[in-house]
């Protein structure tokens, strides 16, 4: 059964620094989109980054310049780089992947910022 797993959240300081993962299990074929969204405490989810399938980046403005999403095709996984974190990115982030037939989305991992 295909399935996404988050993975790389934790603890981190303001200003820190970290890498959150999303692996695919399975064969998921057809992939549009693949996209990173987080939802903190009382919030919506929202959207932070997304990836095309022809590599076009998109980010909320929130992060444009600190986050950068990319993949590695070969590992069927697509990363978050998280710089300059601030404490209102604590949150569980969540990556989806939107396919032809069919949307993915993984149970999240817990980023939280605080000193």
């Known amino acids: 059964q295909e399935q996404l797993k988050e993975s790389g959240g934790g ?33 919506q989810r929202e959207l ?3 990836i095309y399938d022809g590599g076009t980046t998109n980010y909320a403005d929130s992060v444009l310049g600190r986050f950068t999403i990319s993949r ?11 710089t ?3 404490p209102e990115a604590t949150a569980v ?9 069919v949307d993915y989305w993984g149970l999240g991992t ?6």
């Open 11 to 43: 603890l981190v300081q303001p200003g820190g620094s970290l890498r959150l993962s999303c692996t695919a299990s399975g064969s998921i074929s057809r992939v549009n989109i693949q996209a990173w969204y987080r939802q903190g405490p009382g919030k």
């Open 48 to 50: 932070v980054a997304s």
């Open 72 to 82: 590695d095709s070969d590992k069927n996984t697509v990363y978050l780089q998280m």
């Open 84 to 86: 300059a974190l601030k």
């Open 93 to 101: 982030y969540y990556c989806h992947w939107m396919c032809t037939a």
């Open 110 to 115: 817990q980023v939280t910022v605080s000193s």
